[in-house]
Nanobody, 127 residues
């Protein structure tokens, strides 16, 4: 079992930036590939970014590529999502997620591949 707690959401103007954090506890953090998903009102939850256990591999949704950066600190047991050039369509609840894996470089990109989820943090981008 691993517990995930997101923070860093808020209200920002279009073109602005935010950094989300997800603190993990309960198990060896470095055994877990991590991901960020988001869910906008009336829409299904969608993949945003994923990162491997070591941090050496990352993957992004096309809609955020070049604007968002995922990273992790395996000493602080935290994964980050830096969001730049934010757009109103980035408005959503952002969720941190994790699952254990023996593979060092794997990145998971679908909701059903992940086991553990945080409670979410709201990001609102005004135009």
């Amino acid at each position: 079992q691993v517990q995930l707690v997101e923070s860093g959401g808020g209200l920002v103007q279009a073109g602005g930036s935010l950094r989300l954090s997800c603190a993990a506890s309960g198990r060896t953090f470095s055994n877990y590939p991590m991901g960020w998903f988001r869910q906008a009102p009336g829409k299904e939850r969608e993949f945003v970014a994923g990162i491997s256990r070591s941090g050496g591999s990352t993957y992004y949704a096309d809609s955020v590529k070049g604007r968002f950066t995922i990273s992790r600190d395996n000493v602080k047991n935290t994964v980050y999502l830096v969001m730049n050039s934010l757009k109103p369509e980035d408005t959503a609840v952002y969720y941190c997620t994790a699952r254990p894996s023996y593979q060092i470089s794997v990145v998971f990109t679908t909701e059903r591949e992940y086991d553990y989820w945080g409670q979410g943090t709201q990001v609102t981008v005004s135009s």
